[in-house]
């Protein structure tokens, strides 16, 4: 079973600060992208910041200059850090991963995009 933990949200402030993890546990061979998306509430989900196996990162555009994705494959972790927080922030935040694990017993491996179960961010004006 493979699976992936957030922490780290919480309420905070207008301009405050929170930083977000996300692990990923299991039978996992490597990990290739890592990324954040959140949803609002009566919004679609969307895409927040990626980082890649090697660390190039992206962001939104309504994100850039203020957060901050990183990872650490030795612990197959990544990281959301956000500063500057405003109240249009405010969503579930969701980690994913692009995993590739062992399917059987010849060795066959598979690559699937797995979510973490999110994690509440509110940010009050």
């Known amino acids: 079973q493979v699976q992936l933990v957030e922490s780290g949200g919480g309420l905070v402030q207008t301009g405050g600060s929170l930083r977000l993890s996300c692990a990923a546990s299991?039978?996992?061979?490597?990990?290739?992208?890592m990324g954040w998306y959140r949803q609002a509430p009566g919004k679609q989900r969307e895409f927040v910041a990626a980082?890649?196996?090697?660390?190039?990162?992206s962001y939104a555009d309504s994100v850039k200059g203020r957060f901050t994705i990183s990872r650490d494959n030795a612990k197959n972790t990544v990281d959301l850090q956000m500063n500057s927080l405003k109240p249009e922030d405010t969503a579930v935040y969701y980690c994913?991963?692009?995993?590739?694990?062992?399917?059987?017993?010849?060795?066959?491996?598979?690559?699937?995009?797995?979510w973490g179960q999110g994690t509440q961010v509110t940010v009050s004006s």
């Open positions: 994913n991963a692009d995993l590739v694990t062992i399917v059987n017993v010849e060795g066959a491996r598979a690559t699937r995009r797995y």
């Open positions: 299991g039978s996992i061979f490597s990990i290739n992208a």
């Open positions: 980082i890649t196996r090697g660390g190039s990162t």
